[in-house]
Nanobody, 126 residues
Framework: QVQLVESGGGLVQPGGSLRLSCEAS????????MGWFRQAPGKEREFVAF????????SYADSVKGRFTISRDNAKDTVYLQTNSLKPADTAVYYC???????????????????WGQGTPVTVSS
């Protein structure tokens, strides 16, 4: 069974930064695309970023492009989301997810992810 554990969330002032981490159990992490999604209070879950199985391709939501960076370390079975220039609108619970199919380049659709973490909350407030 695959387990994903996020960490790194917290309270930060506008303009600040956080580095979110997601560590995966199991031996097949390196074969799958990974994604980050978020859900703000009272809103639907939305795509944030994905990275392909080998790190060669990434994609970002327009709302975070240029401020967030997704990366992965397959030796550590970990995917990261560096969040910079945070805004109050970035306040949400952030979830990482593992893709359904091996060697995928990634997807913006939650449907294409098989496993999800429990989430880490990010609050941007002064």
């Amino acid at each position: 069974q695959v387990q994903l554990v996020e960490s790194g969330g917290g309270l930060v002032q506008p303009g600040g930064s956080l580095r979110l981490s997601c560590e995966a159990s199991g031996r097949t992490f390196s074969s799958y695309a990974m994604g980050w999604f978020r859900q703000a209070p009272g809103k639907e879950r939305e795509f944030v970023a994905f990275i392909s199985w080998n790190g060669g391709a990434t994609s970002y939501a327009d709302s975070v492009k240029g401020r967030f960076t997704i990366s992965r370390d397959n030796a550590k079975d970990t995917v990261y989301l560096q969040t910079n220039s945070l805004k109050p609108a970035d306040t949400a619970v952030y979830y990482c997810a593992r893709g359904k199919w091996r060697y995928s380049s990634g997807s913006r659709l939650g449907y294409d992810y098989a496993y999800w973490g429990q989430g880490t909350p990010v609050t941007v407030s002064s």
